[in-house]
């Protein structure tokens, strides 16, 4: 066999790198989901909770909405790549805040982040997809366009709450 056949035959096709980036993103709404819940039950006493109770049902949706397009394009799902996500996030939790049997402050301030650019990272998602809709008449452009904008609008509201957690660690000092 010649290295070129080799080559064609080991690349994965346009919908087989389609399938891995696709499931790459949804390890990516894994972890956000389980963060965004987790956040949500965390903040039941503040004033944010209704906003990150419903910002975890977004995003929750969001990986349906995604799970609903990999199954249109026939792409399966990688449950390892979900798996080890969802690890990684629980993981994630044992982090030294330099509280022992309490919420640090930083830890609102970095999980906020962290979910920011989840979200910011889903947006760039559905914009590709959306490009892709323009020659695959499977994907619903319409759909697309308005999970890009409750993907903008989500992170909004997660800077909003990024700068008041800043606030509270900055009135600390």
Same mark, same amino acid.
């Given at each position: 066999?010649?290295?070129? #056949?080799?080559?064609?035959?080991?690349?994965?096709? =346009?919908?087989?790198?389609?399938?891995?980036? !696709?499931?790459?993103?949804?390890?990516?709404?894994? #972890?956000?989901?389980?963060?965004? @819940?987790?956040?949500?039950?965390?903040?039941?006493? @503040? &004033? &944010?909770?209704?906003? *990150?109770?419903?910002?975890?049902?977004? +995003?929750?949706?969001?990986?349906?909405? *995604?799970?609903? +397009?990999?199954?249109?394009l026939g792409i399966p799902v990688r449950a390892y790549k979900v798996g080890v996500a969802w690890i990684g996030e629980?993981?994630?939790?044992?982090?030294?805040?330099?509280? +022992?049997?309490?919420?640090?402050?930083?830890?609102?301030?970095?999980?906020?982040? !962290?979910?920011? !650019?989840?979200?910011?990272?889903? #947006? #760039?998602?559905?914009?590709?997809?959306?490009?892709?809709?323009?020659?695959?008449?499977?994907?619903?452009?319409? =759909?697309?366009? &308005?999970?890009?904008?409750?993907?903008?609008?989500?992170?909004?509201?997660? &800077?909003?709450?990024?700068?008041?957690?800043?606030?509270?660690? +900055?009135?600390?000092?």
């Amino acid at each position: 066999m010649t290295q070129t #056949a080799i080559t064609k035959s080991t690349r994965p096709s =346009r919908y087989g790198m389609l399938g891995i980036y !696709l499931n790459d993103h949804l390890a990516g709404a894994t #972890a956000g989901s389980e963060l965004a @819940r987790r956040m949500a039950r965390s903040h039941r006493e @503040r &004033e &944010e909770a209704a906003i *990150l109770k419903r910002l975890a049902a977004e +995003i929750a949706q969001d990986r349906t909405a *995604l799970l609903d +397009i990999m199954t249109t394009l026939g792409i399966p799902v990688r449950a390892y790549k979900v798996g080890v996500a969802w690890i990684g996030e629980k993981a994630g939790r044992l982090k030294f805040n330099g509280r +022992i049997l309490s919420r640090s402050p930083v830890s609102d301030l970095e999980e906020l982040e !962290l979910l920011r !650019l989840g979200v910011e990272g889903k #947006a #760039a998602g559905w914009r590709t997809l959306r490009t892709l809709a323009g020659t695959d008449v499977r994907l619903d452009a319409e =759909r697309l366009d &308005e999970l890009i904008s409750r993907a903008s609008s989500q992170a909004d509201q997660l &800077e909003e709450l990024r700068l008041h957690a800043a606030n509270r660690i +900055i009135s600390q000092l």
